[in-house]
T-cell receptor
Framework: EADIYQTPRYLVIGTGKKITLECSQT?????MYWYQQDPGMELHLIHY???????EKGDLSSESTVSRIRTEHFPLTLESARPSHTSQYLC????????FGPGTRLTVT | QKEVEQNSGPLSVPEGAIASLNCTYS??????FFWYRQYSGKSPELIMS????GDKEDGRFTAQLNKASQYVSLLIRDSQPSDSATYLC????????????FGSGTKLNVKP
């Protein structure tokens, strides 16, 4: 069964805070992705990885960083949250196709 | 020019009709094509994948691919109100097939 998890599901945080959005998958997929999506809008690729110790910036890095120390884990970190970071963040892995996590809805006040 | 183009809609069809969703892409080297359905507030979920020219059918859904025209479509037969969602087209990068491009999605409304 395909499982990809994201925590937290909802987060409200003040400006300037450092936050880490967690993403884990149990399928052993090498390729993992972070997307940002505002309500009713398109997906924007933030970062992606095609294996341990490999990460690439997408079209919208949004002042965030990622790490890939283990195959199953791909966390996204915002060093200093800003109101412009308010959005839905979707993590995905790719095997035969994309599997998306449930998302983290982030609000920065 | 965007890598993947979709008509944003909304596309409105009556219940029981055929809904036709279209997608064009710019990278001639793209090899894998996917259709995802996304309900409001939810994550995208796979409808179909297609890799070769021609038609691929799965239940009420048919994907059509024409690489020469750089065009992929999704037909939904006997549309149901539960099909009302945004449909996303996704395409692999031809040069970098680790990278995927999503269209902005077409919103489909199926009226009872």
């Amino acid at each position: 069964e395909a499982d990809i998890y994201q925590t937290p599901r909802y987060l409200v945080i003040g400006t300037g805070k450092k936050i880490t959005l967690e993403c884990s998958q149990t399928m052993g997929h090498d390729k993992m992705y972070w997307y940002q999506q505002d309500p009713g809008m398109e997906l924007h690729l933030i970062h992606y990885s095609y294996g341990v110790n490999s990460t690439e910036k997408g079209d919208l890095s949004s002042e965030s960083t990622v790490s890939r120390i283990r195959t199953e884990h791909f966390p996204l970190t915002l060093e200093s949250a800003r109101p412009s970071h308010t959005s839905q963040y979707l993590c995905a892995s790719f095997g035969l196709h994309f599997y998306f996590g449930p998302g983290t809805r982030l609000t920065v006040t | 020019q965007k890598e993947v183009e979709q008509n944003s809609g909304p596309l409105s069809v009556p219940e029981g009709a055929i809904a036709s969703l279209n997608c064009t892409y710019s990278d001639r080297g793209s090899q894998s094509f996917f259709w995802y359905r996304q309900y409001s507030g939810k994550s995208p979920e796979l409808i179909m994948s297609i890799y070769s020219n021609g038609d691929k059918e799965d239940g009420r859904f048919t994907a059509q691919l024409n690489k020469a025209s750089q065009y992929v479509s999704l037909l939904i037969r006997d549309s149901q109100p539960s099909d009302s969602a945004t449909y996303l087209c996704a395409v692999t990068g031809g040069y970098n097939f680790n990278k995927f491009y999503f269209g902005s999605g077409t919103k489909l409304n199926v009226k009872p």
